[in-house]
């Protein structure tokens, strides 16, 4: 436990002088989507601004899957279309435009933030791994934090799921209480409580995915959406000029970048890490619980709203027998049609054959 806060406090370290230096060196700064770990199966390249809008469906093209609008934007490259990445963990923090992390590897201003949910990327993971369990993990500001399917039940069974739960977990062993030490926060503040309880959701999932490393060599894509919202309540609470607010920043940045560096090494550098900082969305954020993860044509498949059954895995290759089997079967009509068409009964037919002998014979 000593080594692992260490590691924390010399992070935060090297991420209070990325700050400092910004702060000097820049200007004002918009809301940021940066990509902190790649799968070199997926390229990012310089672009325009990304519209808040749209990334859901960045998400889902470095991921893969399809999307019913073309994305115009230029920042995703083509990357290979065989290897794509076995997880995606799209980390938002809300209250600030920008937090800089030493390691990330590109930054998008975002354009016209918006609230959005990845219940499309969700969705198609259960449709094209049907039979597959995917893990889905979603954590909200909401009542009940945590949500969870598909494998997720059974290896982050132990996570606090309610916000009390979480509080009561920052006082077991291993809390990220240790990282406080030296700074302004307070243990016993509800407001200070709330952001600690977020990064030990953090510390916690990443530590039982290390426990699980069988979940990168599995088949099915695994989807990761965390929303942070203790610094904005932060803000609220002492102020963006405050010392508290600057220590929160420089523990939330190296948390990340660390929980970057430890998810990125258990999926064998074969997953996607994005930081998404939003200061404020443009209209309020309403979310329906578990939205991500039910869906009526997911686990009701069998409702009565005309919904279509769930995809199948081998689809494809039923379809590609059915329509060759068709095919084959019409050319074949085709060519007896012809030939019996084009017969010619005196010397083609035994039919006729027959026939005539037995009236000369009569």
């Not at 509080?167 to 600690?196: A, C, H, M, P, T």
């Not at 009526?296 to 769930?310: E, Q, T, V, W």
């Not at 026939?355 to 000369?360: G, N, V």
Request: hydrophobic share 40%; charged share 20%; proline share 4%.
């Amino acid at each position: 436990m000593a080594l692992r806060s260490a590691g924390f406090m010399g992070c935060a370290g090297v991420c209070q002088l990325f700050l400092l230096t910004t702060a000097l060196t820049t200007g004002v700064f918009g809301d940021q989507f940066s990509i902190l770990k790649a799968s070199q199966s997926v390229h990012f390249q310089d672009a325009g601004p990304l519209p808040g809008g749209r990334i859901p469906d960045v998400v889902s093209l470095s991921m893969g899957f399809s999307v019913e609008e073309d994305l115009q934007w230029s920042g995703l490259a083509i990357g290979s279309l065989f290897h794509r990445p076995r997880a995606n963990f799209l980390v938002t923090v809300r209250g600030i435009d920008q937090l800089v992390l030493p390691e990330s590897e590109i930054s998008y201003t975002v354009e016209n933030p918006v609230p959005f949910t990845l219940d499309s990327v969700s969705n198609s993971i259960h449709s094209m791994f049907s039979e597959e369990t995917p893990v889905i993990l979603q954590l909200t500001p909401s009542e009940e934090r945590l949500y969870m399917v598909g494998k997720a039940n059974s290896i982050f069974e132990d996570l606090p799921v309610t916000l009390r739960q979480m509080r009561n977990r920052l006082y077991q062993d291993n809390s990220v209480l240790n990282l406080i030490r030296s700074y302004s926060l307070k243990e016993n503040n509800e407001v200070d409580l709330l952001f600690l309880s977020e990064l030990q959701v953090l510390h916690d999932i990443s530590a039982l995915l290390s426990m699980h490393n069988h979940l990168a060599k599995d088949r099915s894509p695994d989807l990761y959406s965390l929303e942070l919202a203790g610094l904005e309540e932060i803000i609220k609470h002492y102020g963006q000029d405050s010392q508290q607010f600057r220590d929160a920043a420089q523990i939330l940045a190296s948390v990340i970048q660390k929980f970057a560096d430890d998810v990125f090494s258990i999926y064998n550098e074969n997953a996607l890490i994005e930081l998404l900082t939003v200061k404020t969305f443009e209209t309020p954020l309403l979310r329906k619980t578990r939205s991500i993860l039910q869906s009526p044509s997911i686990s009701n498949p069998g409702s009565p709203y005309g919904l279509a059954y769930r995809y199948n895995y081998n689809y494809a290759v039923v379809f590609n027998i059915i329509l060759w089997l068709m095919i084959g079967l019409a050319l074949s009509v085709i060519v007896v049609a012809y030939n019996l068409w084009n017969m010619d009964p005196g010397y083609d037919s035994i039919i006729y054959r027959m026939t005539s002998q037995r009236i000369k014979m009569e």
